[in-house]
């Protein structure tokens, strides 16, 4: 499986930004995805998961401004991120999780100024 991020870039503080993860495979349809996020020198944390039922969870820094989605047919899953904040500056990851196996992509870096 792999999976490819894109969508970061640098906005400010209030903007919005959609990030996107195509996934290659055949497993997508049967996958929990989700999105973390790592800063330099701190360690990767959950920013919101969505299971191939379509329960989503979010972390509280980031509830009520993400919103995970998924689009099965084109083996896609995204981050809405509206009123962005300096402090969600960060390189952002997406995963899959299937048959006890997780799958990590590379990172898209997304900048907020203020």
């Known amino acids: 499986v792999q999976l490819q991020a894109s969508g970061g870039g640098l906005v400010q503080a209030g903007g919005s930004l959609r990030l996107s993860c195509a996934a290659s495979?055949?497993?997508?349809?049967?996958?929990?995805m989700g999105w973390y996020r790592q800063g330099s020198g701190k360690q990767r944390e959950l920013v919101a998961t969505?299971?191939?039922?379509?329960?989503?969870n979010y972390a509280g820094s980031v509830k009520g401004r993400f919103t995970i989605s998924r689009y099965n047919a084109k083996n896609t899953v995204y981050l809405q991120m509206n009123s962005l904040k300096p402090e969600d500056t960060d390189v952002y990851y997406c995963s899959a999780f299937a048959a006890g196996l997780r799958y990590w992509g590379q990172g898209t870096l997304v900048t907020v100024s203020s």
């Open positions: 969505l299971t191939t039922e379509g329960t989503a």
């Open positions: 495979g055949t497993i997508f349809s049967y996958s929990a």
